[in-house]
């Protein structure tokens, strides 16, 4: 028999706050946490905003010693990995991590190949290796709590935290753990990894108004913003969360997978991967399609992958696609990549407990190819049970959960 699965916590940080009560009241009162980057200097560079988390102070949280050894993606993934495991209580060494990055220790990656062009071999830190490669942040955590249950990470782009929950997820149902910390981890904000999505044409130029150069959804949509933080989750066992007297967050119920092997960057013209997806997930839930009371978007701002997300939504929904509402947070928080799919799944999980979803800010000139309900620029009341959150990526990547009230 399989195990029932909830969440008995979460934690964050993020261009939206130092932890999701912050994020939340700012998702729902639709600011934004884009602005100028502040990081290094783009004097050079046609992008001159992301979502950046400026407040943020190493030796807040890490000593000095420690925090040269971590990357900066592995910093916010241990800050919500030890929210998480606080708001959650849970206390055991049986218990897992998963963690999903899209491109892991970038900051220490050109820092370090800047200094071997300058000095040579001697030049480069022996802690280059172990602060970089994408798996350490799930390692780090592991050491830091003494968790000895499986252990990996994960990389499918865009889709990357949603796959670690979904993931952890199945690891928990199929009975090999009874907890599980997941989600994902992004600090890619940097010279080369901004160049490489601007060169791209990914990305919005609106330097002059970054508050509202994210507009998924938009007519005028012209790119993402690229943004960075950290989202987890302690998934577990519906019997070890009773037995322990946890407080339940919410339950996960589906986890759909699929991909469009059709572009690398570009979703299927059909949507056939992403509505693929979706229909998993609610098959896996058995959910009826009229049971679902909100879609936390994928809506990345981009000209392709809002317009094939609307395809997908009504391809699935049919005629009740028009009055499901539908919000993007990427609006607010930016893309983070890596980490994005963990930080909506959080969205999700408030907006179940507070009865209030979360607006599409900078929504202004409707888009036909867009025609949903995106809820426009203010949150709305509504009692939900049933969410589902999207996330797509690169190389054709397709993750949807499905995520009820408890």
Not at 60 to 65: A, G, N, T
Not at 287 to 310: F, Q, R
Request: with cysteine; aromatic share 6%.
């Amino acid at each position: 028999m399989s195990n029932r699965v909830v969440i008995t916590g979460e934690g964050s940080i993020s261009p939206l706050g130092l932890s999701s009560k912050e994020l939340w009241n700012n998702l729902i009162h639709g600011k934004s946490g884009i602005k100028l980057i502040q990081n290094f200097d783009t004097e050079q560079f046609n992008v001159k905003i992301a979502g950046e988390i400026t407040d943020f102070d190493p030796l807040v949280f890490f000593d000095h010693k420690q925090s040269r050894k971590l990357d900066r993606y592995t910093m916010f993934a241990m800050i919500a990995a030890d929210q998480a495991i606080k708001s959650s209580g849970i206390e055991s060494s049986n218990i897992g991590v998963i963690l999903g990055t899209g491109v892991g220790g970038m900051h220490t990656l050109e820092e370090e190949q800047t200094k071997l062009l300058d000095k040579g071999q001697r030049g480069v830190s022996p802690h280059f290796i172990p602060k970089m490669i994408p798996n350490i942040a799930g390692g780090q955590i592991a050491i830091k709590h003494g968790f000895n249950g499986p252990n990996f990470s994960l990389s499918t782009a865009c889709s990357s935290a949603s796959d670690a929950i979904g993931m952890a997820y199945r690891l928990i149902q199929s009975n090999q753990i009874h907890a599980m910390v997941c989600g994902g981890s992004e600090g890619g904000i940097t010279p080369l990894t901004l160049s490489g999505f601007s060169n791209m044409k990914a990305l919005s130029k609106n330097n002059e108004n970054p508050q509202s150069a994210s507009k998924p959804f938009d007519k005028n949509r012209d790119g993402f913003i690229m943004s960075e933080g950290s989202a987890m989750l302690v998934l577990e066992s519906l019997d070890s969360a009773k037995k322990r007297g946890a407080n339940i967050l919410a339950e996960i119920i589906g986890y759909g997978i699929t991909n469009d092997a059709y572009h690398i960057t570009q979703p299927h013209n059909e949507s056939k991967g992403a509505t693929s997806a979706i229909d998993l997930a609610l098959r896996d839930g058995k959910i009826n399609k009229d049971e679902v009371n909100y879609i936390n978007a994928h809506g990345t701002s981009t000209y392709y992958n809002d317009m094939l997300e609307t395809q997908a939504i009504k391809q699935v929904f049919g005629d009740n696609a028009k009055n499901l509402p539908v919000s993007s947070t990427k609006s607010m928080t930016g893309h983070m990549l890596g980490a994005t799919g963990a930080i909506e799944a959080i969205s999700c999980i408030y907006a179940i407990n507070n009865g209030i979803i979360p607006p599409t800010i900078n929504y202004e000139t409707p888009d036909p190819e867009c025609d949903l309900n995106y809820v426009p620029n203010k949150s709305i009341e509504l009692d939900l049970n049933v969410t589902i959150s999207n996330s797509f990526g690169f190389g054709g990547h397709n993750s949807v959960l499905a995520i009820k009230q408890f």
